[in-house]
């Protein structure tokens, strides 16, 4: 009996030990599930309004974008589909459309920051053409064509043919050339004193001279200078008139002689350039 009554006491500790866990279980578990309906609560409460500042920031970053020149139709297909889940009251799709709005915004403005001030330049819009002239349209425009060529080329040549006679070179044909690019320029015929002005360079620095155009007349080193009263040029005899400055025919100039070094003027006597000394032939 004593036994009996130990084993029984033993069984009824036991169930005591169950009752006090299982309650104290309960109790804990219902402290739990009513912590869990309050914050499950609180958040369906909040969630209007996470809803709507989520939307609220999208619409902003978007804007924010577009005004910096960056537009996706993706951003904005995603910002109306929030609206419209909005307008649903499906709020949970409202933060999900919102956050992924705002994720491809992020990498759009990543890819902007990568390209610097290209985006800048490529969106900003062409400006009026400007109208200030630059030096060479201003040349083009004071000086007639191939003037200013003619001019540099003949200083050339003429600067060539001077270390050329100081090196003991023939430059006759070179002084022919230099000869006749002088009067056509003083001629305003600044096409063909170019041309003559680079065959005497040519000429100056050795270089083969087409003899057809360097015998030719009026581009001789020397023409024989026409006479004061004379009414046809001396070199090729074509007739002048008495207000002829150059032969119509050869372009050999009328009047006074020129040294062929310098330009200088000439008397009918002298011998050598008064000048530049240089020798005058007979």
Request: charged letters at 25%; glycine letters at 6%.
């Amino acid at each position: 009996m004593a036994d009996l009554d130990a084993f029984t006491i033993g069984v009824i500790i036991m169930i005591v030990v169950i009752i006090v866990i299982a309650f104290l279980e309960m109790k804990y578990l219902r402290k739990s599930m009513k912590a869990r309906r309050v914050r499950a609560s609180k958040r369906i409460a909040e969630m209007p309004d996470d809803a709507h500042n989520a939307l609220l920031t999208a619409k902003a970053f978007m804007e924010s974008m577009e005004r910096g020149g960056v537009r996706s139709e993706e951003v904005v297909s995603l910002v109306r589909q929030a609206q419209v889940a909005y307008e649903r009251r499906n709020y949970r799709v409202v933060r999900d459309l919102a956050s992924q709005a705002k994720d491809r915004m992020m990498s759009l403005k990543a890819q902007q920051t990568a390209k610097g001030d290209l985006v800048r330049l490529e969106a900003m819009p062409p400006g009026p053409a400007t109208e200030e002239a630059t030096t060479k349209e201003l040349l083009a425009k004071e000086f007639p064509p191939n003037y200013a060529q003619a001019r540099f080329t003949i200083d050339i040549a003429r600067e060539g043919i001077a270390k050329g006679r100081a090196d003991a070179k023939d430059i006759a044909a070179a002084e022919g050339w230099l000869a006749k690019a002088q009067a056509r320029f003083e001629a305003n015929d600044f096409n063909a004193a170019l041309a003559a002005a680079r065959q005497a360079q040519r000429g100056a620095e050795g270089g083969p001279v087409p003899a057809a155009i360097a015998s030719a007349p009026g581009v001789g080193p020397m023409p024989k200078p026409a006479a004061a009263t004379s009414l046809a040029c001396a070199t090729c005899g074509t007739p002048l008139a008495h207000d002829d400055a150059f032969c119509r025919r050869c372009g050999t100039r009328v009047g006074p002689r020129r040294c062929a070094a310098c330009g200088a003027d000439l008397v009918p006597d002298d011998a050598f350039c008064r000048k530049c000394g240089e020798k005058i032939a007979a």
